[in-house]
């Protein structure tokens, strides 16, 4: 059986780290977007803002405004940024962002934690770990104390889906009387 390789696009003045590799890149006014094995290298002024794959919590295409759409993800409590990319001939980039993005969720649940309200819990790879990344809906007020221990909570349920028992804290920042939580 016959095997085709494609080979990495090299894109010109973007620096990749050893051993990473190009899988697609688009042209956009601002430089080109490259999608790695590793990250997403979005154009800035002076360089390029690097996203690894499981900082991206979601990418979508606007076809109405013919732009790529990536929402990083922020510390709990904080909006997540979103990043509006217009691009040209975006299939490829688009093809590898969602396939990249979506081998970096290994887990997801969303656990109700205040009446009609809750939290997204999300666990991605993060090199050889698992990072947790938590989406709380609107309404839901994470400087409660006693929201903060449901949501604490259901990070744990889901982290002992998947992770086994070590007794360690669940790595949420803890808040105390006089911290107030980002955003």
């Keep these: 059986m016959a095997r085709f390789l494609r080979r990495s696009r090299r894109v010109e003045d973007v620096a990749l780290d050893d051993g990473e590799r190009t899988l697609a890149a688009a042209s956009s006014p601002a430089g080109p977007v490259v999608a790695t094995d590793r990250r997403l290298l979005i154009p800035v002024p002076g360089g390029y803002h690097s996203i690894s794959w499981d900082r991206v919590d979601r990418a979508r295409w606007d076809g109405d405004a013919e732009v790529l759409v990536v929402a990083e993800t922020a510390p709990l409590g904080s909006p997540h940024r ?31 934690v205040s009446g009609s309200l809750g939290v997204r819990v999300t666990g991605r790879r993060r090199g050889d770990s698992l990072g947790w990344v938590v989406a709380v809906d609107d309404g839901l007020r994470i400087d409660d104390p006693e929201v903060r221990r449901h949501v604490d909570a259901a990070v744990a349920q889901v982290r002992a889906e998947v992770e086994p028992l070590s007794g360690r804290e669940i790595g949420l920042p803890r808040l105390d009387s006089n911290q107030q939580p980002a955003g």
């Design 82 to 112: 979103d990043h509006r990319l217009s691009v040209e001939d975006p299939r490829r980039l688009l093809d590898v962002v969602r396939e990249q993005v979506t081998a970096s969720v290994v887990i997801t649940r969303y656990v109700a």
